[in-house]
């Protein structure tokens, strides 16, 4: 199957909590009437109102959303833990809504592994028998387990503590027998709901990347719940943002944060720092280049209202830096010489970089240079646009009519 296909979807899926759930506080959910209103009227719970997504192949899909939002309901209908009030559930060509008994068993064994909040080992049990219980489960003979169990723990990086009681280990360590736990059978599907939210931010960072890292290894297809955005920019090649059972907005980091679909998703991104997902290609600008043969006033014309430009050598490297700022005052001083006011102590960056690298060059207040693989000049950042993009989001967020979302 070759990337991009969807190997899990929800279809319209409602999901309704109560005694009657296809009644009355269906027909209201349908009807788009709020959860407190249909819970008022109904006495029902709505877990999910017309949700749909789908998670494609390779990817690490996250859905994000405060508590209460619906994300745990959301993962448990992929393996059935719940039953959807109507829609439909898709992992790789099965309708899981059909799966029952062993087969319904199988299914969860073989396609998916999952990890959670809470780790849920067996606390005297060895690191390795933890990480192997699914496979003993399956009634696979200890031998080949336990080599399954060992390559899974070097994936975490915990082969060392194989033979220790899992409550000797620290919270991370259990969590990464948790993640081990899931990827010992090899399944092509992880679901993680709140896998490291329990974790403290050092650790759980740590754990994010090795979670990237072993995804870029294996290339697994993951759903992941969070209710941190940061977490969920992080990580995720998509997000998707639920708000008290619905769907608000399906993006990339990039899309979320500098095209929030509303002001609720606006107002969780704020609290972001979209430095570490937004890329200096995005918003570097052409460079000015300057002649070093030129006159100091031919060079700053050159800059065609830039704050600096760059001269370059035959092969266009960039070698000096002109910034409007030294030049004026030169001028000022009556100077008239290009190479008196060129200066060599500007940073570069390159256009895969991430724009918070550029944090503290950009605080020097000097245009940065924008360099490919071999040193050679392809665009130019000025500080000024850093601070603008920065500020982008909070104008958005007064441009929307609080009144009306929130
Ligand atoms: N078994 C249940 N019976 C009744 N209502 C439920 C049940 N499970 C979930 N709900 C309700 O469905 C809604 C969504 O809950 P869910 O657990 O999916 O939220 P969540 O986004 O995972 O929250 P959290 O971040 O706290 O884990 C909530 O209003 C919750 O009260
Ligand atoms: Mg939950």
Known sequence: MADGEAIISLESVFKIFGPNPRGRAFDLAKSGVHKDDVQKQSGHVVGLTDVSFSVNKGEIFVVMGLSG????????????????TSGKVMVEGTDVQELTGSALQEFRREKMGMVFQHFALFPHRNVIDNTGYGLKVQGVDKRQRNEAAMRALSLVGLEAYALNATRELSGGMQQRVGLARALCSDPDI?????????????????????????QSELHKTILFITHDLNEALRIGDRVCILRDGYVVQIGTAEEILTQPADAYVAEFVQDVDQGRVIDVESVMEAPAIVDSNSTLVEAINSLGGRQGGFCCDQDGKPVSLLHLADASSALAQGSTDLKDVLRTDFERTTAEATFNTNYAAAGRGLPIAVVDETGRLIGELEPRE??????RVEQLIDGFDREVFL
């Open 190 to 214: 992880l679901l993680m709901d709140e896998a490291f939210s329990a974790l403290d931010p050092l650790i759980r960072r740590q754990m994010q990347d090795e979670l990237m890292s072993i």
């Open 386 to 391: 850093i601070m603008e993009e920065m500020g």
């Open 69 to 84: 939002s619906g994300k745990s309901t959301a993962i448990r209908t992929v393996n059935k833990l719940h039953d959807v």
